[in-house]
């Protein structure tokens, strides 16, 4: 282990941001509780076992920060096909209480 300063601290940027959970995409969701809505999908792509995985990586980051930070609970499901190569990601919120 290494001591570091602020500075060095300071120096670390945020993320990137979500290009399937973006700020537009959430506030449809609570617009639209108990919607399922097809958030994101690519067909006839030779590497989508590992968009998949992506997707579920994903999902499970916002369902966390979701639930922490607003309170909102989603649903995601995931799904593949070797025929045609796709991965599609759905996403519902549940009615807030």
């Known amino acids: 282990m290494e001591a570091v300063d602020n500075k ?10 979500s290009k ?6 959430i506030q449809t969701l609570r617009e ?4 399922c809505f097809l958030i994101t999908s690519v067909v006839n792509n030779d ?3 590992n968009i998949i995985r992506s997707y579920n990586s994903s999902a499970i980051y916002f369902r966390n920060k979701l639930r922490k930070e ?3 609970t989603i649903e ?5 096909s070797r025929h045609d190569k796709s991965a599609k990601l759905y996403v519902r ?3 807030e209480a």
């Open 70 to 72: 607003y309170g909102m």
């Open 93 to 95: 919120m549940n009615e």
């Open 8 to 17: 060095t601290i300071q120096s670390i940027r945020e993320g990137r941001g």
């Open 32 to 35: 639209n509780p108990n919607q």
């Open 76 to 80: 995601t499901k995931c799904s593949q």
């Open 47 to 49: 590497r989508y076992l």
């Open 20 to 25: 399937i959970f973006t700020d537009e995409n």
